[in-house]
């Protein structure tokens, strides 16, 4: 008896599953930029900030930021809304929860000066780009941040790239009020997070000719 997926399941089974591997990509590339100690990244820089204030894990801190960002989309499209899109909820567990594991898996890693820092940072943005990829050829759901962005270009005319923009400084500054705030000093946004918003969309970019031409094994 033949035991081979049918192609018309296969096909969606690999696309969840590079779906997720491409959100354990990405958390590993979070995990590396908290071990740099140079800023995390702007999507992350929330959390980051939130977790330092309450004493929650970064994980935990994401997974309430893009449910909140779910919820929001939710506000802002209304009826227009993309209920396909509610994936979006676990999505947020499974990254949230790997970025707990991905930090407890680099616990013994330091960075002992300033190249070694920048050296992780630089691991981070690379693996956060390469995620991005793998998250965008699954083609199932989007990341809860990119989620807004769209739903907020849908309602208002406004490029994408420029309210993704937009929107990644918007996070940054909240995560250094909320941090000044409670904490009385910036946490988590430093040269670091110039770095990625600037190189992970470049890296992307890269990272996607890779995954394009990997597609047709991957997704055949």
Known sequence: MDSKIHPAIDRPVRRVLLLCGGLCVMAFGVAFSIKAELGTSPISSVPYATAAISGLSVGI?????????????IGILRRRYDWFQLLQFPAAIVFGLTIDAAEAALAGVTAGNYLVQWLLCAAGIFLIAFGISMEVTAGLVTTAGEGIVLAICQVAPVKFSNMKVAFDVTLVCLAVVLSLLFLGHPEGVR???LAAAVCVGLVARQTNKIIKKAEAVILP
Do not use: Y
């Not at 449910?67 to 989309?73: K, P, S, W, Y």
């Open 61 to 73: 801190t994401t997974i309430i930021m893009n449910f909140l960002f779910v919820l929001i989309q």
């Open 191 to 193: 040269e670091g997070t």
